[in-house]
């Protein structure tokens, strides 16, 4: 299983962006799946969750601004992200637990981050 994270650049404070992790593998199953953000000098946090049965969750620092979603169609997951503040400038990474079916595997993969600039 392979995840290709994209959407991020460069965007005024208050200003919008959409990220999206896509999935991709062979005969396999996604489950929960993660979006977390790195800023400069500080240790990766949890940025907001959801399971395959679109049960939400957010850090207190992105609640009301950031919405997250998925296609599971598409084994495709998104952050909506509104009213960016410079202190959302970070690189952004997907992560989601998966299973492959042959041979069966449950493992946890993490995409290559996307990195977003919020200037004031």
């Known amino acids: 299983v392979q995840l290709q994270a994209s959407g991020g650049g460069l965007v005024q404070t208050g200003g919008s962006l959409r990220l999206s992790c896509a999935a991709s593998g062979t005969n396999f199953r996604i489950n929960t799946m993660n979006w977390h953000r790195q800023a400069p000098g500080k240790q990766r946090e949890l940025v907001a969750g959801?399971?395959?049965?679109?049960?939400?969750n957010y850090a207190d620092s992105v609640k009301g601004r950031f919405t997250v979603s998925r296609d599971n169609a598409k084994n495709t997951m998104y952050l909506q992200m509104n009213s960016l503040k410079p202190e959302d400038t970070a690189v952004y990474y997907c992560e989601a637990d998966y299973i492959v079916y042959e041979p069966l595997v449950a493992g946890r993969k993490w995409g290559q981050g996307t990195l977003v600039t919020v200037s004031s």
């Open positions: 959801i399971t395959s049965g679109g049960s939400t």
